[in-house]
Every structure is written in C-alpha cells, then in structure tokens.
C-alpha cells in the first residue's frame, strides 16, 4: 500500500478536525472555559500522541458543578 503526502495530509486534517469536535464537546461539560481548551486541543492535535494525553486527561477530570436556580 502506498501512502503519499495527500492522503497522509487528508489523514490528519480529518485527525485534527475529529478530535477538536471531541475537545470541545468534553470542554463543554468538564472546564468552566470551553474555548481555551478547544484551542489548546486543537494545537495539541497535531501531534496525535500529544492529543489522545490531552482527551484522556479530559476525560477523566470532573464535570463542573452546574447551579440550578431553583423557583
């Protein structure tokens, strides 16, 4: 099988596209600032170890506490 620039340039913009989608979506629940944490994914995504450290540390932190404003 041969692997040329354009596919492994394909690769990775659908790598890179995938796991920012995931970031923001675990942001959303886990960090009181989603949009700092989805750039930093999104740079961390470009070197896919680096990236999947990032979602697992996402992951496994805590959802915030979310206050209900009770009538």
């Known amino acids: 099988m041969v692997i040329n620039m354009t596919m492994l340039g394909q690769v990775m913009l659908v ?7 995931l970031v923001y979506h675990l942001a959303k629940k886990k960090t009181q600032t989603p949009v700092i944490a989805t750039i ?15 979602l697992i540390v996402l992951v496994l932190k805590n959802d915030i506490a979310t206050t209900q404003i009770s009538s």
Do not use: D
Request: charged letters at 0%.
């Open 15 to 21: 790598w890179v596209l995938l796991q920012t989608a």
């Open 40 to 54: 930093i994914g999104f740079f961390a995504s470009f070197l896919p170890p680096v990236g999947l450290i990032y």
